[in-house]
């Protein structure tokens, strides 16, 4: 059964400055990979997906991530970070195209002005 | 109108009691799914289904049963409301396949439940 992890509870960046939101994985085949954000008394929006190819994906709002293989990870960056990035952040596995989607615990991200 | 939308947005109720949530599609995706969000859980899966007629098991199905007689609804049932399942309930739909937006969830705005 697929599974994600995402060991930080929260994460705190000065406006302008990098930000990762870290994302590990376990899945028995290839996997599907997602990140969402979820913005106060909202349903959540896609950010970003890998399904093959390139291991740098770019997505919304000038997030990308990083899949990792060798390290089951599928890392949230983005290089300059603003207020208004401030949401919960959640990353999803699936384990083939036609199962079901499993989400980690989510990351609250503060973006300090 | 265009989306996904669930329905009731609130719903306040006593322990024993039933309640249906709606979930209504209107792109005629394959995949449809609920969710429950809950402080220090994130999202967990109850129930999924690929297609009418066809719905399984998540992370979290008991005490929940869920139906899909057509494509577009996907309506989730507590037969027997306890407290533990006053949650944030999200409901979301997904094309299948691996191209395109194939593969993402869209999701509705959510029903907030309390069970008292």
């Known amino acids: 059964a697929q599974s994600v992890a995402q060991p930080e509870d929260q994460v705190n960046v000065a406006e302008g400055n990098p930000l990762t939101v870290k994302c590990t994985y376990s899945v028995s085949g290839n996997p599907y990979l997602f990140w969402y954000v979820q913005y106060p008394n909202r349903g959540l929006q896609f950010l970003l997906k890998y399904i093959t190819g390139d291991n740098l994906v770019k997505g919304s709002y000038g997030f990308e991530a990083e899949f990792n293989k060798s390290q089951t990870s599928f890392h949230l960056k983005k290089p300059s970070a603003l207020v208004s990035d401030s949401a919960l952040y959640f990353c999803a596995v699936r384990d083939d195209p036609f199962d079901k989607i499993i989400f980690g615990k989510g990351t609250r991200l503060h973006i300090l002005p | 109108d265009a989306g996904i939308t669930q329905s009731p947005r609130y719903k306040i109720t006593e322990t024993g009691r039933q309640v249906t949530l709606m979930c209504h599609q209107t792109w005629s995706h394959s995949y449809m799914f609920w969710y429950r969000q809950d402080l220090g859980h994130g999202l967990r899966l109850i129930y999924y289904?690929?297609?009418?007629?066809?719905?399984d098991k998540g992370e979290v199905p008991d005490g929940y049963v869920v139906s899909r007689s057509k494509t577009e609804n996907f309506p989730l049932t507590l037969e027997s409301a306890t407290r533990s399942q006053t949650s944030v309930y999200f409901c979301?739909?997904?094309?299948?396949?691996?191209?395109?937006?194939?593969?993402?969830?869209?999701f509705g705005e959510g029903s907030r439940l309390t069970v008292l």
């Open positions: 979301a739909s997904s094309p299948s396949g691996t191209s395109g937006t194939d593969g993402e969830l869209f």
């Open positions: 289904s690929a297609a009418a007629d066809i719905t």
